[in-house]
């Protein structure tokens, strides 16, 4: 995905370059559009610590959405999960835990023991789920991570990016935003033990509702962070800060040169009729058409920006033509200017007319293309 170029407009704000970070690799995402504002090596593979478990979480919502899995389904805590090192829920040896406590102690504590003993309930072991894991990455299109395990404990062959984490808290967000509140929490107690979640942005800012913290000594103080200001919402992932305090403050200034230069606009509806086409030799003499999916456009604030649309047909449209096949293209411009291009789609099924309408189109389509009418 295009990262968006910087530009000066007399009737613009004037963006100024990314603000410098002490993070290795980071991403700004819009999350409505998919748009990446900022980037330093989005795509380099590095060790994601905790952020993994963004990963575990979503799998698990999944599961319940699909009715696989209850958030009040019990769980039996293995030595193997109780045992896991680093930071933790403190869930008891043996005993037995809902789901969805687990998920709390995964968002919030960053508990390892949960995301083991929620891995091994799901799948059976660690190890099946990281291929769970890793499919579910194959399918949402994170080209740069492989999964080993459920907590982001260091291990071989166990890497993200950037933009691969941008990628998954936007699928977080969309897919699964029943659970996404969980991600606002500040506090959890297990076990007679309160801890505090370790986004320090939900203290700092009330905009930032999400989502997760990651630290190892290979991969640094990582972070994932989300933000709603006046209806948009923006992804921060940060990389490799050199310290707790960093990472938060490199996730506040990505956020803050967003909101600040940017703005995002849905211009059209997908699936809405933008033109009933005339339609050659059909049943009915014109054909719906329009775009796919939303077109939702990050752009750089421009206090006098006039969108005009423009569509082109590929050839005069002739049935038979099925719903969804592309006839044409659909720019928007600013002014001179061309910000957008979609593919233009047939919305209904063109349907072929009969024996004496064809030959009468026919005629017609000669002389049209005889004369250039």
Same mark, same amino acid.
């Given at each position: 995905?295009?990262?968006?170029?910087?530009?000066?407009?007399?009737?613009?704000?004037?963006?100024?370059?990314?603000?410098?970070?002490?993070?290795?690799?980071?991403?700004?995402?819009?999350?409505?559009?998919?748009?990446?504002?900022?980037?330093?090596?989005?795509?380099?593979?590095?060790?994601?610590?905790?952020?993994?478990?963004?990963?575990?979480?979503?799998?698990?919502?999944?599961?319940?959405?699909?009715?696989?899995?209850?958030?009040?389904?019990?769980?039996?805590?293995?030595?193997?999960?109780?045992?896991?090192?680093?930071?933790?829920?403190?869930?008891?040896?043996?005993?037995?835990?809902?789901?969805?406590?687990?998920?709390?102690?995964?968002? @919030?504590?960053?508990?390892?023991?949960?995301?083991?003993?929620?891995?091994?309930? @799901?799948?059976?072991?660690?190890?099946?789920?990281?291929?769970?894991?890793?499919?579910?990455?194959?399918?949402?299109?994170?080209?740069?991570?492989?999964?080993?395990?459920?907590?982001?404990?260091?291990?071989?062959?166990?890497?993200?990016?950037?933009?691969?984490?941008?990628?998954?808290?936007?699928?977080?967000?969309?897919?699964?935003?029943?659970?996404?509140?969980?991600?606002?929490?500040?506090?959890?107690?297990?076990?007679?033990?309160?801890?505090?979640?370790?986004?320090?942005?939900?203290?700092?800012?009330?905009?930032?509702?999400?989502?997760?913290?990651?630290?190892?000594?290979?991969?640094?103080?990582?972070?994932?962070?989300?933000?709603?200001?006046?209806?948009?919402?923006?992804?921060?992932?940060?990389?490799?800060?050199?310290?707790?305090?960093?990472?938060?403050?490199?996730?506040?200034?990505?956020?803050?040169?967003?909101?600040?230069?940017?703005?995002?606009?849905?211009?059209?509806?997908?699936?809405?009729?933008?033109?009933?086409?005339?339609?050659?030799?059909?049943?009915?003499?014109?054909?719906?058409?329009?775009?796919?999916?939303?077109?939702?456009?990050?752009?750089?604030?421009?206090?006098?920006?006039?969108?005009?649309?423009?569509?082109?047909?590929?050839?005069?449209?002739?049935?038979?033509?099925?719903?969804?096949?592309?006839?044409?293209?659909?720019?928007?411009?600013?002014?001179?200017?061309? @910000?957008?291009?979609?593919?233009?789609?047939?919305?209904?099924?063109?349907?072929?007319?009969?024996?004496?309408?064809?030959?009468?189109?026919?005629?017609?389509?000669?002389?049209?293309?005889?004369?250039?009418?």
């Amino acid at each position: 995905m295009p990262t968006l170029t910087p530009t000066v407009n007399t009737a613009s704000v004037m963006v100024p370059q990314a603000p410098q970070l002490s993070a290795k690799a980071w991403v700004l995402m819009d999350a409505d559009s998919g748009a990446i504002i900022s980037s330093q090596d989005p795509d380099e593979r590095l060790p994601p610590a905790s952020l993994t478990k963004l990963m575990t979480v979503y799998i698990a919502t999944r599961d319940i959405q699909a009715g696989r899995l209850k958030p009040t389904d019990m769980v039996d805590v293995s030595s193997n999960a109780w045992s896991t090192g680093g930071s933790r829920m403190f869930l008891a040896e043996h005993s037995r835990v809902s789901v969805d406590d687990l998920l709390h102690g995964i968002i @919030i504590d960053s508990g390892n023991d949960s995301a083991v003993a929620l891995a091994e309930h @799901i799948a059976g072991s660690e190890d099946a789920f990281a291929q769970m894991m890793n499919a579910m990455a194959q399918k949402l299109g994170l080209a740069n991570s492989h999964f080993m395990n459920p907590t982001g404990l260091p291990v071989d062959d166990h890497y993200s990016s950037a933009h691969d984490m941008a990628l998954l808290a936007r699928a977080i967000i969309h897919d699964e935003a029943g659970y996404y509140p969980l991600y606002a929490n500040k506090y959890f107690t297990w076990n007679n033990i309160r801890q505090p979640n370790r986004n320090l942005l939900l203290w700092r800012d009330p905009t930032v509702d999400g989502l997760k913290t990651g630290h190892t000594e290979a991969a640094g103080y990582c972070m994932v962070s989300s933000a709603l200001r006046d209806h948009q919402r923006l992804i921060a992932t940060v990389f490799g800060s050199n310290s707790i305090e960093n990472r938060s403050e490199d996730s506040q200034k990505l956020l803050t040169y967003g909101f600040r230069f940017f703005e995002t606009h849905t211009y059209e509806q997908g699936g809405k009729v933008l033109a009933n086409a005339p339609l050659w030799k059909g049943a009915k003499d014109t054909l719906a058409v329009g775009l796919l999916d939303n077109l939702t456009l990050t752009l750089p604030r421009k206090s006098n920006r006039n969108v005009q649309p423009r569509a082109t047909f590929n050839s005069p449209l002739q049935a038979p033509i099925a719903a969804g096949s592309v006839v044409g293209t659909y720019d928007l411009y600013d002014g001179d200017q061309k @910000i957008a291009s979609r593919p233009l789609v047939a919305l209904e099924d063109g349907k072929e007319g009969g024996l004496f309408t064809r030959l009468f189109d026919d005629v017609r389509m000669f002389f049209h293309n005889l004369f250039g009418g």
